[in-house]
Every structure is written in structure tokens, then in C-alpha cells.
């Protein structure tokens, strides 16, 4: 169909001044009227002699639900290929508990697997070796004369053995990428412990660089997956190997009509010298890359860490090392960025965990606006987007509204960071700081533009992908993995304890709100798609039940019945 009309409906538009309405026109792809069933009908009759050729069909939605397409604005589509799901189910270490289990799981696996020429798996949560830690030495004693390397499940640290240690080239003095952030761990004599965080990890994740046809099969199978549970937009945060195959893939994808949504890619930043060269080498990629559904228009950094292995950074320091993490590159630098970034007309996506990484953005922002304002520098015109701010300083929430700037958290984790306890949280944070993180609501409501995401990197629990897994989290922060599994297989929600603050559960309304419009804004085609509006790309989706009728904990469950991307139906496997 090209032209048509949906009517019967129970329409959620996102339009502020006309909010729900139960019927609407589709003409080229695009809304053409929004309202009642007799607006629309007459709107037909209206148009009939002038300008459609063909009869108009009707679609009797029969009261079903209706809402714009979603928008998933932070994700790492090829760089979850690169790092593939388990393939060593024999030997799962994701529930492992103690630093003995994870070691016994390696000696059950070279004892099953005696000739491979390296070792490598997810072991879990680093706060299970917390007060234990798993050195090389230890590894050592296991495999000597191979690789081992260990990566934690948040995927930001990893531990090697001496053998991984000389492969990787990483010797008794090599320098740290960023001190506090990227680095080397060593013990109090200075030798290598075989902990290596953050981006000191790329040449790891360099190591098995999938086929074009291995990446275009995972490629397919993600977005066949988000498009089933109603994604129309993406947006992809960057992958830290091989741009050009990942861009170069993604081109001749959609020039074969195999990318059914709309892609925006980012350049990602995560070593320090490249960020002299990195304007140029975006303008590059996008000359030579962009096609019709895949853009390049977004730098994206990796500017701090994570909390869980101390490298995000923090204004105040942690409980217990007394450290405060540390950031890819100076404020002083990123100002100098920010300006050369805003001179270009390019939108900035960072990776920002802690307090102090989203204080020096901030920081940089006002700057710079300031600089607009009084016409010392460039009116201040490009979009940065902070991901994930798991911890804010009370007075810096409202700051995200005053200077512009987008927020964009991940709800699924509103139910444990990656799964870490309050009790770990305030053993890193202490007990104030520990009980008060993702603080999405409250940002919300200062007006600032709040936008939400999966960003996941693993494949073997797609679930946690869905939008409506992250809904049921940012409404409940509760996870839906604690609960029971019933016999036809789906969980049983409520389970969970509520992740603390209780009152940073979110409304339906915001978490809607952030997962389409808000969406569009960080991407700067909010006059396109978020809405059901006149003009605006017809992407929507019906559902069975009304998304905020809806069970709470069943909310996990929910796959849209019917998917639309410009006015067209998509297939869902």
C-alpha cells in the first residue's frame, strides 16, 4: 500500500497538543492526516479528485494500539558481532561466584580442550574477585605456553596471562593509554598484574576480525531483532576496530535494500592521538560511505570509564580506593575539540559514566556558549549527547536543561548497573552516592532532553536488546533475569528487590517519550520521525494490548504485532 488509512486505532501520536487520536492517513511514505475517524475520512474524500490516482485502502485496526517507531540511541551493532556470543557454552562462566569457580571452569575447559592455541571467555562480575583478584600468576599456573584472557561481562577490563601479555606485545614498562582510565595495572613492586582496562583491551578485540559475510549475517541478525520489537532508528556508538569493513559493510548493505531502518554511525574516539586527526577522518568516511539509510554525522569518545573497575572519573573519589578514575583526554583538550567540532557542524556523542566526565562536558558547553553569546567565538550549534551519567552531582542535574545538552541513559540497567548490588555500589560510591545512581527521572523532569537505548554488546541474551525490556526496568528498577521461569518459558517479573532510588522509577509517558521523540531530537530529525504528526515518516507500530494498560512485569514480553518504516509493513521473523 501506498497511499491508506488506519482507523479503529488507539493512537499515542507523542504531539504534545493532540496527544491521542484514533485514526490517520499515509500518502508517500509519509503522515498526511492525523485525528478522528470522520477528519481522516473526510481528508480522503477532500483529496480523492486532486490528488490520489488510486483508491485508498483502509486499515481497521479494530482498537488497537498504536505509537510512533522507537529510536535506539546508543547501540554497537557491529561491534557485538566482532565480540560474538559464548562459544563455549560447555564451560558458561557468567554466573560464576568466586575466583576459585572461574579457575576451575578454566582447568575443565583446557582439560576438554587441550590443543586450542588460546583461551578466551566471559567470566562474569569483577566485584566477585573484588577482595580476591585473578593475577596472571594465577593463569599462569593453569596455561603457561598459550593465551588466556579473561574478560569481565561489562567488557571494560580483562585479565591475561604472561603468554596473552607477550602476544599483545605488553611489556613490564609499557606506558598507560590515559592514566586513571586506560592503564596497565601493576602491584607495588610495578610488575604486570594481567589486568588491563578499557581501551588497552582494542588490540584483543582486533584479534578475530569476523568475515564481511560473518559480519553481514550478524548485522541481519540484530537488525531483524530490534526491528521485530519495533526499533525504526538507530544509532550506532561506534566500534573501536575496523571502521572501514564495518562502514564498507553497512554501504553495501543498504545499496542491496538490506537495511530496513535508518542507521547513523559514529567515528569513535579512544586512544588520545587520534584526536587530531579525527574531523578529517569522519569527513573521510562520510564521503566515502554514507548511502541513503546509513550517516556519518556523529563523533563519538570514549572520555571516562566505568565504576565497577574505578576508571570512570569522579569529582568526589571513590569509598574505597580513594582514586577518582580518569578521562581519555584533558578539559583543556576537549574544549580545544568541542570548538574545532562546532566549527564543523558535527554532533559529539561521549561515554560518560562518572560525576567528573559529565562536569568537564558541561563545563565545556557552557564555555563555548558563553564564547557564542557574547560573539567572542561561533553561535554554539551542534548536539552533544552524555551516555549513561550513572552518577550526577545534585547540582549538575538541571545543568543538562540550561546548556542543551541530551542525557541519554540505558533503562535496562535502572534494575542494577550490569547487574552490581547496592551493596557493591556503596562500597565504590559510599552510602549516600551508592544509593542515589541512574538518576534518569529526575533529569527528566528538569525539561532536559532525555534519551534511551540498549546498548548492549552480547549476543547470547537478546532479550535485553528489546525497548520493552527497558521499559519494564525504567518503570519498575526491577530486572526482569531475577525472576522465575514459567513453563512457557517467559519470566516472573516482581521478583526482584526495587534498585535503589525508588523514586527514580519512570512514568510510561517519559519512558515513551525518551525511547521515540527524545530519540530524534539527540539526532537532530525530530521534524522527521518521533511523532505521529502531518509530515513527518510514517514509522509506527501496533501492538495487542495498550502499552499503558499493560502488566508492568509483562512488559518484557511485548513484541509489536505489526512494524511500519515509511508507511511500509516490515517483516518480522
Not at 484514533?22 to 470522520?38: D, S
Not at 560510591?429 to 538518576?439: A, H, K, N, V, W
Amino acid at each position: 500500500m501506498n497511499d491508506y488509512i488506519v482507523k479503529n486505532a488507539n493512537v499515542y501520536t507523542q504531539d504534545k497538543e493532540h496527544p491521542w487520536a484514533e485514526a490517520f492517513a499515509v500518502r508517500g511514505g509519509k503522515f498526511a492526516c492525523v485525528g478522528t475517524n470522520e477528519e481522516v475520512e473526510f481528508w480522503v474524500v477532500s483529496q480523492e479528485s486532486e490528488v490520489l490516482t488510486e483508491p485508498v485502502e483502509t486499515l481497521d485496526l479494530d482498537g488497537k494500539f498504536v505509537m510512533p517507531g522507537i529510536v535506539d540511541s546508543h547501540t554497537h551493532i557491529a561491534m557485538s558481532v566482532f565480540l560474538g556470543g559464548d562459544d563455549d557454552d560447555a564451560f558458561p562462566m557468567y554466573d560464576c561466584q568466586s575466583k576459585e569457580e572461574v579457575l576451575q571452569k578454566l582447568r575443565d575447559m583446557v582439560r576438554e580442550h587441550p590443543f586450542r592455541l588460546f583461551y578466551a571467555m566471559f567470566y562474569g562480575k569483577i566485584e566477585i574477585l573484588a577482595d580476591d583478584p585473578i593475577t596472571r600468576d594465577d593463569l599462569d599456573k593453569i596455561v603457561r605456553f598459550r593465551p588466556v584472557i579473561l574478560m569481565e561481562g561489562e567488557c571494560h577490563s580483562a585479565i591475561l596471562n604472561s603468554a596473552a601479555l607477550r602476544y599483545f606485545k605488553i611489556k613490564e614498562n609499557t606506558e598507560d593509554i590515559a592514566p586513571g582510565l586506560s592503564r596497565y595495572d601493576r602491584d607495588e613492586n610495578g610488575r604486570l598484574t594481567g589486568m588491563i582496562t578499557e581501551m588497552t583491551m582494542v588490540p584483543i578485540l582486533a584479534t578475530e576480525t569476523p568475515k564481511e559475510n560473518e559480519l553481514r549475517l550478524g548485522i541481519t541478525k540484530l537488525l531483524s531483532y530490534l526491528v521485530s520489537r519495533g526499533v525504526t532508528t538507530i544509532f550506532d556508538a561506534g566500534n573501536m576496530t575496523e571502521e572501514d569493513l564495518i562502514f564498507r559493510t553497512f554501504k553495501a548493505m543498504d545499496e542491496e535494500g538490506k537495511i530496513p531502518v535508518r542507521m547513523f554511525m559514529s567515528h569513535m574516539l579512544w586512544h588520545p592521538d587520534m584526536v587530531e586527526d579525527a574531523i578529517d577522518q569522519l569527513k573521510r568516511y562520510k564521503a566515502k560511505y554514507e548511502t541513503q539509510n546509513v550517516r556519518l554525522e556523529t563523533m563519538k569518545m570514549m572520555f571516562d570509564g566505568t565504576q565497577r573497575i574505578h576508571t570512570a572519573c569522579m569529582v568526589e573519589p571513590y569509598a574505597d580506593t580513594g582514586t577518582s578514575g580518569g578521562t581519555l583526554i584533558s578539559e583543556e583538550r576537549l574544549l580545544a575539540f568541542m570548538r574545532d567540532l562546532n566549527h564543523a557542524g558535527i554532533d559529539f556523542h561521549l561515554h560518560t559514566v562518572g560525576e567528573g566526565a559529565v562536569r568537564k562536558v558541561m563545563n565545556c558547553v557552557e564555555t563555548l556558549r558563553r564564547e557564542g553569546e557574547s560573539g567572542q567565538g561561533e553561535p554554539f550549534r551542534i548536539t552533544v549527547t552524555c551516555a549513561h551519567d550513572e552518577v550526577l552531582r545534585p547540582e549538575d542535574c538541571g545543568r543538562f536543561k540550561e546548556l542543551g545538552i541530551v542525557a541519554n541513559f540505558t533503562p535496562s540497567w535502572n534494575g542494577g548497573v550490569c547487574g552490581s548490588e547496592p551493596e557493591n555500589m556503596q562500597k565504590l560510591l559510599g552510602p549516600e552516592r551508592g544509593l542515589c545512581t541512574l538518576q534518569s527521572r529526575t533529569v527528566f523532569e528538569t525539561g532536559a532532553t532525555v534519551s534511551f537505548s540498549s546498548d548492549e554488546v552480547e549476543l547470547h541474551n537478546m532479550d535485553r536488546w528489546s525497548p520493552f525490556w527497558g521499559m519494564e526496568v525504567g518503570l519498575t528498577r526491577q530486572d526482569p533475569d531475577f525472576g522465575q521461569q514459567l513453563v512457557d518459558g517467559r519470566k516472573d517479573g516482581g521478583t526482584a528487590p526495587v534498585y535503589p532510588p525508588a523514586d527514580e522509577c519512570m512514568t510510561m509517558e517519559q519512558l515513551v517519550e525518551g525511547y521515540t521523540l527524545n530519540g530524534a531530537k539527540q539526532l537532530g530529525i525530530e521534524d522527521q520521525i518521533g511523532s505521529i504528526e502531518v509530515g513527518k515518516d510514517a514509522d509506527y507500530l501496533v501492538l495487542g494490548e495498550n502499552l499503558f494498560e499493560v502488566d508492568p512485569y509483562r512488559l518484557h514480553d511485548v513484541v509489536p504485532e505489526r512494524v511500519y518504516i515509511k508507511g511500509k509493513l516490515q517483516s518480522i521473523l
